[in-house]
Each structure stands twice: as structure tokens, then as C-alpha cells.
């Protein structure tokens, strides 16, 4: 007996030993990266949406280009416009919020206290677009397939994450590494595809069918390249979801498709689709008129924001020799004279771009902070030492149009770099050749306001050649990296997070993301630093102005310019909730009026 209740005391002491070792689980039906959700359990609507919104109609709406397949996630080809309507996701956010996710095909979640799984359940209510279940076995799926098949990035950032069914209809993630919740925070954008419509098929492949979605429009009608039409799903079950109230308004929308913008514009002003947004000053001052805007059949409105902005630029591809010394990309910079082009081109409309995010605390000012100074100080001899003593700005000039000074500063970057102006020709100072580069384009608009980079450069003696390419043909170029210059930029974010690190961190260096192709162990470590914090602010403000001051002063781009404003013009039928979210337009909250 003594023996037994000893044996019977030190199991009961294991158990209890193994149980205060394990990490507390917490439940809930939504969660944020800092602090709470902005809406409470039980919410019956964004506050952004008319949940009155009358559901009808036909948007027409338009793309430039073509398309050949129904599959974004496929390794080669182009996909429909409208492909984000196919599927849904696990969890959703509000376009109130950066950082939040509330209910769609899961339910609630269960997760590790120190971040380690997450479990969702699987609404019961769930339906794919032919009615029937979606399952936890579909999610399992769907994850797996992209981490087998997808984006090689996509494999790398969930390294290590598993994941397996559970009874209850439930998924379960094991997150290798506790503590990254970001991470965690990412498994509930897990887009769900049927599984008995994919099982079979190689996803890494382009789709010429349209697919069985999950999501709330499904394609109705198309032709390869010319147009797709979507219908709304009738029986959608999630239309009346919270995160879903008020939203996908429309009964059908129409993509067509334009080869040039400008013939895709005459279009519109006769009427041919319903909404555009425009990018193109120009246009927006000066072609937005005419008998269409007269008679207010069409509205015109620019609607102020304070979203953050990309980094919109003209981008080295720094694995080319060229461009792999930072003294030649920081000469190329002097050569774009935007003082001079916002005055003649934009109607003074733009402010030029300084910082990878533009329009957030995040954007570095002034000299390094003590916090700041503490964490460049291990890597200050991989970095540029101007970072330590000067704040980054592009070149200014008087707006004259010319640049005299600027080209003056250029050529000393070059002759240090062993360049030297010979006979009218920037040339190679060992060899003699002559400085030239592609700069890759796919509009016509980029071409324009290209033009006085390349006058200003030709002046130098450097040929810079512009090459337009159809949409199928720049995304390829992109993908394999046979380009040395392209007019396509970094999207922008709301904060430091762990997607900085398909754009910058070495291990991405496959991912599409990478434009530049950086390769530098200084800003991994910035990288790392960021996916380490996200729980921290204080501490995230100080590595995100350090990576900012990093990137900027590497010169991996030639910044261009950006807005504060949203430039819509759209059918006076269309109509909008009074209250617009604040980091979207929110076309889908909007309806046409009965």
C-alpha cells in the first residue's frame, strides 16, 4: 500500500508539474495585435457600412491589360481582376483597423497563452458556393497545399507550423518558437479552397476554369483576356455576418478589359463602366470633363485621406552590377528633378515620398534617438554613416529645370565609383563603356512622366531605354528578376511587421516582393529585430525608424511622389455610406440608389 499511494503521489506530482509547464489557453471570438479589438463581442455591423444598403444592380468596372487563368496563386501567368472575391478567409479584419481579425468561416479561436497554437472552429453554418460544408479538413488542406505547392515565401515565413483536424470540427496550428504572435495572428488570413475541387489539381499551376470558391461572388461569364463577369451567390451564408453586413452590395460585377489607359478613360466618359479611380493628375485636371460630367451623370470627387502611403518608385535591381554600388544608385537619384515635374506635370498636387512608411509615426525624422542609436550601434560599420549624422531627403531643386548643382553632386559619386564623363558619355573609367539601362514599364502613363529622367540623364551621357511591356510580360520579367530598372515601388504599411520580411529579409530573396533583390545581414537584423517587438511600441517605434534610416540612406530606389487624396470619379447612381473606413475607399460598402 505504501508503495502504491508513493507511485500514485509522484504521478499526481508529474501531472501537476506538467500542467503548470503548460501555457495558459485563452478563448475568444476575435483578437488584435495591440491591446483589444475596436469592436466588442456581440457587434451586429462595422460602423462604416449602411446595413439598409439595397443589394442589386451590375458595377461595371475595368482593368488594364489582359488575363489568361482564374488561379492568383499560381507560379506563372495573369489572373482575373475580381480573384479576391473568390474566397474566403478564416478570420477577417475591418478596414477600421490594421491590425484585428474577427469572424468568417471560423467561429471563435483557442489559443497558447505564449502564442505557441491557435485552434479555430469552423462555423457550422459554413457553405462553399454549391452548398455544401467547410470543413476543418478543408483548412488543413488549403494551408498545406499552400505551404507544399505555394510561393516559396509563403513555405519560409511558416516554417515549421503544422497543422492537423481536430474533433469539433476544429483546425490546430503548432507554431514552432513561442512568442511570435504576429505569426499566430497570420494563420487566421488562411484563405479556404473546397478541397474536393482542388485534391487532384497541381495549384502551382495556372487555372482555366472557373473555380468552386468559398467566397461571396463566383465567376458567371467570361472571355480569356476580354472580360469576367462575377455573380453574387444567393445563398452566400455568410452575407449576414457581422463582418459581412452592409457589404457586397451588387448582384454582378463586370471587369472589362483596356489596353491603354487612355482609350480605357474615353470609355468610361461614355459611359461604357460605372467607377474609376485615377493615379494620373494630368488626366484627373484635365480630361475629367465633358457632356458626362456636365449633365452629373458622372461625379467627380476627390476625398481626402490620411492612409499611409507606399513607396512608390523607380527600383534598382541591385543583383546587377550596375546597381550593386550604392555610390551609382545615390548618383541616379540627382538625375529625377521633381520640383520641376510637380510644377509642369502634376499641378503641384504631389509631395514627394522620403520613407518606407509615409504618413505613420514609423517614418524616421531628425538624428537617431538614444533607443534608436542602441540599436544601429552593432551594426554601424555595415551601414552608411550618414544615417548617424544627417536626416534622409531626396535632392531638391529650384524648380527651374535645371540642375546644375545636382549634376555636380552626381559626379563626384560617380568618378568615386569609377565612372567618368568622356566626349558627352558617362563611361566606365577601366573599360570605357558607356553607362546604359532598361527601365521596365507596363503604361503608358509611366512612360510619360518617365521621359524627364531620361532627358536629364541623356544630357549626362547615360542612356537609359524605356521598354513597355504588357502586363503578363512585366510580371514574368519580375518574377525571374531580368530587369534593371522598374517603375513599381513598396506597398505601404500601417507598421512594422512581419511581412517586412519578404520584402528585405535575405531568406525571401525568392519572393516577387524583393524588388530590389537585398541581400544584407545589417537589415536582417533590423528585420528580425521588428518580428521580435510587435508586442512592444515603444520598442517597435525605434526599430522601425532604424530600418527606415537604413533603407532610405541604401538607396535602393528612386522615390517618387504621393497624395493624400482619393481621386474617384463614378455613375451618380452610385451610391456611399456617409462614413468612409479609414484605411480603404470601402467600394464594397457602397450600392446603386433604387
Request: with cysteine; aromatic share 16%.
Amino acid at each position: 500500500m505504501k508503495r502504491r499511494f508513493f507511485c500514485l503521489s509522484l504521478l499526481l506530482c508529474a501531472v501537476l508539474f506538467l500542467h503548470a509547464q503548460s501555457p495558459r489557453t485563452i478563448t475568444a471570438v476575435s483578437i488584435a495585435m495591440r491591446g483589444n479589438p475596436q469592436y466588442p463581442e456581440g457587434f451586429t455591423r462595422f460602423n462604416y457600412v449602411n446595413p439598409d444598403a439595397p443589394k442589386g444592380g451590375t458595377i461595371t468596372r475595368y482593368a488594364i491589360g489582359t488575363y489568361d487563368n482564374f488561379h492568383r496563386y499560381a507560379l506563372r501567368g495573369s489572373c482575373a481582376a475580381g480573384w479576391e472575391y473568390f474566397y474566403d478567409t478564416l478570420m477577417t479584419g475591418s478596414d477600421d483597423e490594421d491590425d484585428a481579425l474577427y469572424p468568417l468561416i471560423a467561429e471563435k479561436i483557442e489559443y497558447a497563452e505564449d502564442y505557441s497554437f491557435i485552434i479555430f472552429t469552423i462555423n457550422p453554418n459554413a457553405k462553399d458556393q454549391e452548398g455544401q460544408p467547410i470543413t476543418a479538413e478543408d483548412a488543413a488542406f488549403s494551408f498545406n497545399t499552400f505551404y507544399e505547392k505555394g510561393v516559396p515565401q509563403f513555405r519560409t515565413y511558416f516554417n515549421g507550423v503544422t497543422a492537423r483536424v481536430l474533433p469539433g470540427n476544429r483546425i490546430r496550428f503548432d507554431i514552432p518558437g513561442p512568442g511570435n504572435k504576429e505569426l499566430m495572428l497570420s494563420l487566421g488570413g488562411t484563405t479556404v479552397f473546397p478541397k474536393r475541387f482542388w485534391e487532384g489539381r497541381d495549384f502551382s499551376e495556372p487555372l482555366t476554369v472557373p473555380p468552386l470558391g468559398t467566397g461571396a461572388y463566383r465567376v458567371k461569364d467570361y472571355r480569356m483576356g476580354q472580360y469576367v463577369i462575377l455573380e453574387r451567390v444567393k445563398n452566400y451564408w455568410a452575407r449576414d455576418l457581422p463582418v459581412n453586413k452592409g457589404q457586397y452590395n451588387f448582384d454582378i460585377i463586370r471587369y472589362d478589359y483596356y489596353r491603354d489607359d487612355t482609350i480605357a478613360l474615353e470609355a468610361f466618359k461614355s459611359g461604357e463602366y460605372d467607377i474609376r479611380s485615377e493615379v494620373d493628375i494630368e488626366k484627373w485636371t484635365v480630361q475629367y470633363t465633358g457632356p458626362a460630367f456636365n449633365s452629373g451623370r458622372i461625379v467627380k470627387e476627390a476625398i481626402p485621406h490620411e492612409i499611409p502611403q507606399p513607396m512608390s518608385a523607380y527600383v534598382f535591381n541591385t543583383e546587377r552590377p550596375l546597381f550593386s554600388d550604392l555610390r551609382v544608385r545615390r548618383a541616379l537619384n540627382y538625375f529625377l528633378d521633381f520640383e520641376w515635374m510637380n510644377k509642369n506635370l502634376f499641378y503641384g498636387a504631389y509631395a514627394r515620398t522620403r520613407s518606407y512608411f509615409q504618413n505613420t509615426v514609423y517614418a524616421a525624422e531628425g538624428l537617431p534617438s538614444a533607443e534608436e542609436l542602441a540599436i544601429l550601434e552593432p551594426i554601424r560599420d555595415r551601414i552608411p554613416p550618414e544615417i548617424f549624422t544627417g536626416t534622409y531627403n531626396p535632392p531638391v531643386s529650384d524648380g527651374s529645370g535645371f540642375i546644375r548643382p545636382q549634376l555636380r553632386a552626381a559626379l563626384k559619386l560617380f568618378n568615386e565609383a569609377g565612372w567618368d564623363l568622356r566626349r558627352g558619355k558617362m563611361v566606365k573609367t577601366s573599360t570605357g563603356e558607356q553607362m546604359r539601362f532598361e527601365l521596365l514599364i507596363y503604361a503608358a502613363a509611366s512612360e510619360k512622366i518617365a521621359i524627364p529622367l531620361q532627358r536629364n540623364l541623356a544630357r549626362f551621357g547615360i542612356d537609359m531605354r524605356i521598354r513597355m511591356v504588357d502586363t503578363s510580360q512585366f510580371v514574368n520579367r519580375l518574377r525571374s528578376r531580368d530587369f534593371d530598372m522598374l517603375d513599381r515601388g513598396y506597398s505601404a504599411n500601417y507598421y512594422p511587421g512581419a511581412n517586412l520580411l519578404f520584402y528585405w529579409h535575405s531568406d525571401y530573396i525568392d519572393s516577387t516582393y524583393n524588388t530590389a533583390g537585398v541581400q544584407d545581414p545589417a537589415i536582417n537584423y533590423l528585420v528580425e529585430g521588428i518580428v521580435a517587438n510587435q508586442e512592444n511600441a515603444a520598442a517597435l517605434l525605434a526599430w522601425g525608424r532604424a530600418l527606415d534610416r537604413v533603407l532610405t540612406w541604401n538607396h535602393y530606389v528612386i522615390p517618387q511622389w504621393h497624395n493624400s487624396e482619393f481621386w474617384v470619379a463614378y455613375n451618380s447612381r452610385l451610391e456611399k455610406p456617409r462614413q468612409r473606413p479609414r484605411y480603404a475607399l470601402g467600394l464594397d460598402t457602397w450600392w446603386f440608389r433604387e
